[in-house]
């Protein structure tokens, strides 16, 4: 599993904004308790949970978060949530 979270880490680190993301990994918003983060496919069933940085304002329109205006990302844990 490590060099699969080496890889996720360097295709965060790569990608511009988090539209890049789109289709990589099963880069997706998580809800409930979890609204405003994201997670990414590990190995199953572990998930790479991450959330932009910054002020709201800055990636948020209508209430939703503009992928490509998040350009910083904070990574949160590696985890089993399901």
């Excluded at 080496?6 to 990994?25: D, H, V, Y």
């Excluded at 329109?61 to 949160?76: D, N, P, R």
Aim: a positive charge; charged letters at 30%.
């Amino acid at each position: 599993m490590s060099g699969l979270i080496f890889r996720r880490l360097a295709q965060l680190s790569a990608a511009p904004s988090l539209e890049t993301m789109r289709n990589i990994g099963r880069c997706h918003e998580l809800k409930g308790e979890r609204i405003s983060q994201f997670a990414l496919d590990l190995v199953p069933p572990h998930r790479l949970i991450f959330k932009p940085c910054g002020k709201e304002k800055d990636y948020l329109e209508g209430g939703s978060i503009v992928w490509k205006k998040v350009s910083e990302i904070e990574i949160i844990e590696i985890v089993d949530y399901h």
